[in-house]
């Protein structure tokens, strides 16, 4: 049994993604789902983030998106 998981996106990426299912003649539902499951057959392969991102992207993702690293930052308070 399947259920819905939203995530929240900006009104530009909403249209960047409905005009990139179109083109490819699919909906935007389509469209993300084949998007996870591409990035999580990777991650469950073994990838990391550092195959998902180049190096600039990385640092800024470490940064505001690590879960480890905020852990660290309030255990320091």
């Known amino acids: 049994m399947s259920s819905t998981t ?3 996106l900006d ?5 960047r993604i409905r005009k990139a299912a179109g083109s490819l003649d699919r909906t935007p539902h389509w469209f993300m789902k084949k998007a996870v499951m591409y990035w999580l057959e990777r991650v469950e392969a073994g990838a990391g983030v550092a195959e998902m991102l180049n190096e600039v ?7 505001l998106n690590s ?3 905020r852990q660290r930052l309030l255990n320091n308070d």
Do not use: N
């Open 6 to 8: 939203g995530i929240k």
């Open 11 to 15: 009104a530009p990426t909403k249209e």
């Open 57 to 63: 992207e990385l640092e800024d993702d470490d940064r």
């Open 67 to 69: 879960v480890l690293t």
